[in-house]
């Protein structure tokens, strides 16, 4: 079975880079705006480290597929995009205890736009992990290539 390769290929370092980058944004970006509390250390062992980690496997692994013969899936690279902007959304959306109540960068402490914000931000967050999870199975699928369909296996021998 021929997988579909995707229009252009990420490069490694653009998704190591990005996985820090969103990591950190998730994780400290409510500090640009005074929005910054007690949840942030939260925030990095639960959302910030594991996003790094796994950008840094899928771009080694992406590394891999660029020097061979194989091409990184449309559905990786989609996957890994549509994460970027969700983990943008999360990173605006997710709130901190800067003074004496939640506050998100977006909302500050006003309601009912901060409930809003923050029943947002779960799904964000859920469905961005969700996808990074998935563009790391991918890429592990890219890297060992299109497994052979039914059809391919009994022309191959001869049936």
Known sequence: MQK???PFQLPPALVAGMGVVMASW???G???FDKDGPFTIV???LAGIPIVVMHLIIAKRLGRVARSTFRQ???TVTSL???WVLFTGLGLTI???PVSSLETIVTGANEPWLGLAIGIANPL???GLALTVAALLLSKRDLMGAQPTEDEILDAAGY
């Open 95 to 97: 709130p901190d205890r």
């Open 43 to 45: 925030y990095v062992i």
């Open 125 to 127: 967050g859920i469905i």
């Open 81 to 83: 995009v549509t994460a």
């Open 30 to 32: 409510r500090h640009l």
């Open 4 to 6: 579909k390769s995707a």
């Open 26 to 28: 998730v994780s400290f």
């Open 73 to 75: 899936s449309r559905a």
